[in-house]
Nanobody
Framework: QVQLVESGGGLVQAGGSLRLSCAAS????????MGWFRQPPGKEREFVAA????????YYVDSVKGRFTISRDNAKNTVYLQMNSLKPENTAVYYC????????????????????WGQGTQVTVSS
């Protein structure tokens, strides 16, 4: 069982930055591929970024490439999402997710690929 707790959300003006953190419980964090998703108001949950077990591979939705960076610190059981140049359309509840994988080459972009989810953290970007 893995428990995930997000933090770092808040209210920021357009053009600003936030860094989200997701702390995971359990001794085998490095066995899990991780992802960030978001759910804008009134919309479906959507993929944002993914990172492989070791962090060597990452993948982003096109709309955040060059602005968002996913990273992880396996010694601290934590995954991060650095968000720069934020836009009002980035307003959403952001969720981190984890799934066990045997291979460091695996990345996952679909919500159904992830077994464990955090409770979410609100990010609001004002214009």
């Amino acid at each position: 069982q893995v428990q995930l707790v997000e933090s770092g959300g808040g209210l920021v003006q357009a053009g600003g930055s936030l860094r989200l953190s997701c702390a995971a419980s359990g001794p085998t964090f490095s066995s899990y591929a991780m992802g960030w998703f978001r759910q804008p108001p009134g919309k479906e949950r959507e993929f944002v970024a993914a990172i492989s077990r070791s962090g060597i591979m990452t993948y982003y939705v096109d709309s955040v490439k060059g602005r968002f960076t996913i990273s992880r610190d396996n010694a601290k059981n934590t995954v991060y999402l650095q968000m720069n140049s934020l836009k009002p359309e980035n307003t959403a509840v952001y969720y981190c997710a984890a799934t066990f994988t045997r291979y460091d080459s695996n990345l996952y972009t679909r919500p159904l690929d992830y077994r464990y989810w955090g409770q979410g953290t609100q990010v609001t970007v004002s214009s």
